[in-house]
């Protein structure tokens, strides 16, 4: 199955020489027997190709303060942003007894052409007065899109009326849809805010049970979450917060005081995890509770880090039950998935994570990629201050945090942490590349047209991805996994979500469907008869 | 009749409609081997791109000039020259459509002139690029669509002798439904020319050989040709004349322009025939005169449920008046239509129409769906009308929905819906119908109960339950 160099040039030869260039260092063949392999990432898109994409305001609104469920997210601009981001990403959240759930709902300004020629500030406070008497929510966000940049409102200054008005917090984020190359800029922009407005402000001081922790970078898409938290719970972990999926303001202001952190999605919530463990002594591990094998690690790591006997215990018994309880099922599932192929191309994390989920079904992932992550999320995060700073990254701005002198803790000592970084990923992130197979592909920011070129070199078994590039593969016969919003299924998290996958990913195999591509005339004569000949 | 002009409030809790590129992107699909790139930051494209993918089921390319913020400052020219050359040198597409975006306009791109220079530069005299400026808050989804229909029809249009063919210019319907609309005029053997044809191009029949640009679409040569048509039939009676490519051929060459509504329900059906049949000479068919029986004994069957219907219906202007007349026409009586976009012209056809069965009904313009959902349990509607996102009517109110238009993001098929001609508005009626049958029985024994039982035998004898309604 490996993949040369030639089979790559021979697809980039369609393009223009210097794009050409330009894609060639996105894509990395995996070879082991080199030192280090470096992939260029978080670059401009190239104008006209059709990346999949997206902007700073789909990473800040969309992916990070989206799923936040008692505070309501109103989308300053024209109309079509916020719909769009509208409940797009099926991120599910539980309503409380409060019943303040705001998540199925889509609240815009709505900009006007002459709110444009004159400023959008005074729409927007009334907006905000509007929202804050209508739902009563905990909070208000206000997120701008690309017009308002441009005309310069000053969201932060109507927010910190509004906030004084109201006396619940009102917080502005400048994400811009023009702002970086990708929606990671909006992921930086709004983790900012969430440190600054959100977490510290609860009335915790420490942790209120043993074991107490936060889920960093875990949305709740299809019911994730849920699934960890069954088992992490029942192991006996006391969880403060999860960012963002089920998440509330009303969990995250209390954030700092948590003994670790977990962070799932590398890519969208590494800032905040940093700046948790500068501010408060926090620090962070990275877990993936995708596929068993990897929730089985994780959840061994997590038990490392707090070293309590009784606790590891607790660990190994509930993995045991777990395992014993799932692995005949997935070996069943395995018999129809196992020696096939997949290519794993999403946004941040998951296209790491989910060929963890894939291999447990004995499926090999050929082609992994991201669509808007950054060199660290392939090659570590050990290349970080090799990574320089260009005109894009400048524009976002940095958070510079500081120890907080009430409230920061070390959780753990220094010689500890060093101690435990030998054996878990504490406060590090290894990234996707080291765990790909030799002869596989690595390519970041895949297109459309590259899609239906290294379908047709490598014609995997599947094709996880999104909505938008899914239907290329699949007119071409081939069956895709949307592992963005799961095709209206899920969990695919931990234990019970990974017999979800496996039950999903076998029942697009063995669909009938797939039998009846090529008409029967094509292959064997509709009728069969003799002909009789007359006179006999 | 009862007119709410505007919504009342300044945020809008979960819209009834999308931006202008958005629909801009629409007509363009429907010219065949044709590429639309958006001027502006990636986002729109990515997001819109996903919304239509969704509802049609289908790979949507619309490239994007991809700007950023140095493009903001200093102009976003180099993006999209560049991002022309990568598209033309990967898609070869036989014409190009561009389309702004809020970014673009706002900080004042001259899409007019960058496209004319880029064509002297790369001497592209043969390839047409079609430019559309379409800000996100310059109109709706609608707007967005007609304009790019007009620009299309504007930009490519010759002087050219006369022909028989007619012009038929079709709004925002399904794939489907382009489809019908074609089967009919083949049945009644008229030589035609409909634009935009997305039928194939967003509703491709599976092949396994995967092709870039899908087949289809209306021919250029045959969009050039529409200023010698005999005639403009333009399914498009609410919309403004400056957004009009009917209107533009009958003012630039003297095409003369019938505009009808969309040929959903009985009336509006017979209309389109009869506009058929007089300005080209064919005669109804048999077989179109038995479609029309069956959908007459079809409205018959059904009159005995569908009295009970109080509609909520929604979405996009053309819709919403050929969908409102075909529930007034089975007594299905709306009690709310409303729209997202701010249309003048379907407020008064409405009214009109309304007006002939002296009935309260509510109408909102640039309406949302926070309004929507109000206006409809208050005035008590039981049955919904519209696209996907009206699901919040059901969640939260129960009010059962049909779903019709665009976007059907919660279900497959939307590409697939049919409810144009006789056939397609049979379709649509037995939805609707059994709709509410449906509802009906879930509820029937308790409220049977209620009705006959709980509250006294003097209520069901008066009539006052069932006929509440008509005195609203
Ligand atoms: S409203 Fe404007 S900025 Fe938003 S998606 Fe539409 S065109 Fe883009
Ligand atoms: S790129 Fe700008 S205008 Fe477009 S969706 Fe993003 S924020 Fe909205």
């Known amino acids: 199955m490996a993949v040369n160099e030639k089979d790559i040039d021979s697809i980039l030869e369609a393009y223009p020489a210097k794009v050409k260039r330009n894609r060639k260092k996105h894509i990395v063949i995996k070879d082991s027997s080199l030192a280090h392999q470096e992939i260029e990432a978080n670059t401009r898109t190239i104008p006209g190709i059709i990346t999949n994409r997206g902007c700073a305001y789909a990473g800040c609104k969309g992916v990070v303060l989206g799923p936040i469920k008692d505070i309501v997210h109103i989308t300053h601009g024209p109309v079509g942003c916020g719909y769009y981001s509208w409940l797009t990403r099926r991120n599910k959240a539980k309503t409380l007894e409060d019943g303040k759930n705001y998540l199925a709902y889509c609240v815009t300004t709505d900009m006007q052409e002459t709110d444009i020629v004159f400023g959008g500030e005074k729409k927007l406070a009334k907006v905000i007065d509007e929202v804050v ?111 963002t999926g089920d998440g509330s303001y009303e969990n995250l202001k209390n954030t700092h005081v948590a003994d670790l952190n977990l962070v799932q999605c590398h890519r969208s919530i590494n800032y905040i995890a940093e700046m948790l463990e500068i501010k408060y002594g926090t620090p962070w591990l990275k877990v993936n509770f995708i596929g068993v094998e990897a929730t089985v690690k994780s959840l061994r790591d997590m038990a490392i880090y707090f070293g309590d006997p009784e606790l590891i215990q607790k660990t190994e018994d509930v993995i045991a039950r777990e395992v014993a309880r799932v692995e005949p099922i997935l070996n069943q599932y395995k018999k129809i998935c196992e020696g096939k192929t997949a290519f794993c191309f999403v946004g941040g994390s998951r296209g790491h994570h989910y060929q963890k989920l894939f291999a447990d079904l004995g499926i090999d992932t050929v082609l992994a990629g991201y669509e808007f992550a950054h060199r660290d999320d392939y090659e570590g995060r050990q290349v970080i201050p090799d990574i320089k700073p260009d005109a894009d990254s400048k524009n976002i701005p940095e958070l510079h945090v500081e120890s907080d002198k009430k409230l920061f803790k070390l959780k753990i000592s220094p010689e500890k942490a060093e101690e435990l970084k030998k054996k878990i990923p504490l406060s590090n992130y290894e990234g996707m590349n080291a765990e790909m197979k030799d002869g596989y592909l690595i390519v970041d920011d895949l297109n459309h047209f590259e899609t239906e070129r290294f379908v047709e070199l490598l014609k995997p078994d599947i094709f996880a991805s999104g909505i938008k590039d899914k239907f290329i593969p699949q007119k071409m016969g081939i069956p895709s996994k949307q592992i963005h919003s799961y095709d209206y299924s899920g969990p695919y998290a931990g234990f019970n979500g990974a017999v979800k996958f496996a039950e999903d990913v076998t029942a697009m195999f063995t669909t009938p469907t797939w039998n009846f591509m090529t008409p029967p005339w094509k292959y064997k004569p509709m009728l069969e008869g003799t002909v009789e000949e007359e006179g006999n | 009749m009862k007119r709410d002009k505007a919504n009342y409030r300044n945020v809008n809790e979960n819209p009834c409609n999308m931006c202008m590129p958005m629909g801009g992107i629409l007509p363009f699909k429907g010219v065949e081997q044709s590429m ?44 999209r020259k560049q991002g022309l050359d990568n598209l033309i040198k990967l898609y070869s597409p036989g014409i190009i459509g561009i389309l702004t975006t809020c970014l673009a306009e706002t900080i004042g791109e001259d899409i007019g002139r960058i496209t004319s220079d880029y064509r002297n530069e790369h001497e592209l005299h043969r390839l047409p690029i079609i430019t559309v400026p379409t800000p996100g808050y310059g109109g709706s989804h609608t707007e967005g669509y007609w304009l790019a229909a007009k620009q299309i029809v504007s930009g490519l249009a010759r002087q050219t002798p006369r022909h028989s063919k007619i012009n038929i210019i079709v709004p925002h319907i399904s794939p489907a439904d382009i489809r019908e609309i074609k089967r009919i005029l083949d049945r009644m053997d008229i030589d035609f020319t409909l634009f935009p044809d997305f039928s194939d191009t967003l509703d491709r029949p599976f092949s396994k050989t995967y092709k870039k640009i899908p087949n289809g679409g209306t021919r250029i040569a045959d969009i050039a040709a529409m200023p010698g048509a005999a005639a403009t039939v333009q399914i498009g009676i609410t919309i403004d004349d400056d957004l009009s490519p009917g209107r533009f051929l009958e003012r630039e060459f003297g095409v003369p322009l019938y505009n009808v509504p969309i040929p959903t329900g009985l009336e509006n059906m017979d209309l389109f025939m009869n506009v058929l049949t007089e300005i080209t000479g064919s005669c109804m068919p048999l077989s179109l005169e038995q479609e029309r029986g069956r959908l007459l004994d079809c409205m018959i069957d059904s009159h005995k449920y569908n009295f009970e219907g109080r509609s909520v219906i929604f979405g996009e202007p053309e819709l919403v008046y050929a969908v409102a007349k075909t529930c007034m026409e089975n007594g299905i009586f709306p009690v709310v239509a409303a729209t997202g976009s701010k249309n003048a012209k379907l407020a008064e056809l409405l009214t009109a129409e309304i007006d002939k069965y002296e009935r309260q009904v509510v109408l909102l313009m640039d309406s949302d769906f926070d309004q929507i959902r109000q206006n409809s349990t208050s005035a008590g509607a039981n049955i919904a009308i519209g696209h996907s996102d009206g699901r919040y009517l059901t969640e939260r109110e129960g009010i059962p929905l049909v779903r019709l238009g665009f976007p059907i993001h919660d279900r497959v098929g939307g590409q697939r819906v049919l409810s144009v001609g006789y056939l397609g508005t049979t379709m649509l009626l037995d939805r609707v119908t059994n709709t509410l049958l449906e509802n009906k029985y879930k509820n029937y024994r308790s409220s049977m109960y209620e009705q006959f039982y709980h509250n006294g035998h003097e209520n069901n004898i008066s009539g006052k339950i069932l006929l509440s309604g008509t005195e609203g």
């Open chain 2, 36 to 79: 639309v790139i958006l001027h502006g930051s990636q986002g729109c494209a990515t997001y819109m791109r996903r919304h239509i993918a969704e509802h049609f089921n289908e790979p949507i390319d619309v490239a994007s000039s991809a700007l950023n913020e140095k493009g903001t400052v200093y102009g976003g020219e180099k993006n």
């Open chain 1, 133 to 243: 008497e209508i739902f009563k929510p905990n909070g208000v966000t206000v997120s701008a899109t690309c017009p308002i940049g441009l005309i310069g409102d000053d969201i932060n200054a109507i927010a910190k009326a509004a906030q004084e008005k109201h006396g619940i917090p009102v917080m502005a984020f400048s994400c811009e849809g023009y702002k970086g190359v990708s929606q990671s800029a909006g992921h930086h922009i709004a983790n900012n805010g969430v440190l600054e407005w959100m977490v510290g402000k609860g009335e915790m001081t420490e942790a209120p049970a043993k074991y107490s922790i936060n889920m960093l970078g875990e949305y709740n898409i299809g019911g994730d979450s849920w699934e960890i938290e069954r088992f992490l719970k029942e192991i006996g972990y006391h969880i403060i917060a999860v960012a």
